[in-house]
């Protein structure tokens, strides 16, 4: 089945600051890769995806970048805020027809003001 | 999106009982899905839930430990049986709308004493 790791476990950046979180998968047959945002307490809530016919997609101060050839993707923040603070988790799906999502570790984000 | 919520929001129970847990879907939708987040972990997927047939499991799950139904387009429920500690966590319905996204439930958090 598929596997997907992600890093850094822990990312701490300055207010303002950019952060990337990492994220590699090892079904060559998934197609789908969203990120989700969870904030202490609460349900995880879909920030952007990426399909594998895409290399990168934007929406506002987020970003991510797709490179099927060496199966990772990664996730862009910029002018990082207070609120952006949270674990991110990267997943994948698609391999062998499966629509459940497969789930990295996730990311705890520390934003320094 | 969708509204999604379950029932109970959480609960304390005694090792060697069962709970079950709702989700309700305001609008129908093909595919739902039940994933578990232990304390401080990453989700994990336990099964798809297929209106009108038996449930999808991953590895590691097992109908007789996690029975699931799924009667119509808008509710499913996960029966958590013969419960000890280490089955201690928050468990997740998320249903799948557009071409691949998925939307998550507020969970239900679930302490086995």
């Known amino acids: 089945g598929e596997n997907v790791e992600q890093h850094p476990s822990t990312l701490s950046v300055q207010e303002g600051d950019s952060a990337v979180i990492k994220c590699t998968y090892s079904d060559s047959a998934s197609n789908y890769f969203p990120w989700y945002k969870q904030e202490l307490g609460k349900r995880p809530q879909l920030i952007i995806d990426?399909?594998?016919?895409?290399g990168e997609k934007k929406d506002q101060r987020i970003a991510v970048t797709l490179n099927k050839t060496a199966k990772h993707f990664s996730l862009h923040i910029t002018e990082t805020q207070p609120e952006d603070s949270a674990v991110y988790f990267c997943?994948?799906?698609?391999?062998?027809?499966?629509?459940?999502?497969?789930f990295g570790k996730g990311t705890h984000l520390i934003i320094q003001p | 999106s969708a509204v999604i919520s379950q029932k109970p929001s959480r609960d304390i129970c005694q090792r060697g009982t069962s709970l079950t847990i709702q989700c309700q879907v305001d609008s129908q939708v093909t595919m739902m899905f039940w994933y578990r987040q232990q304390p401080g972990q990453s989700l994990t997927l336990i099964a798809t839930?297929?209106?009108?047939?038996?449930?999808?499991?991953e590895s590691g799950f097992v109908i007789d430990k996690f029975p699931i139904s799924r009667p119509n387009l808008t509710f499913s429920t996960l029966t958590v049986s013969n419960m000890s500690p280490e089955d201690s966590s928050i468990y997740l319905c998320?249903?799948?709308?557009?071409?691949?996204?998925?939307?998550f439930g507020p969970g239900t958090r679930l302490t086995v004493l």
């Open positions: 998320s249903v799948g709308q557009g071409a691949n996204e998925q939307f």
């Open positions: 839930a297929n209106q009108g047939s038996e449930a999808t499991y």
């Open positions: 990426i399909r594998s016919n895409v």
């Open positions: 997943a994948a799906s698609g391999g062998g027809g499966a629509d459940g999502l497969t």
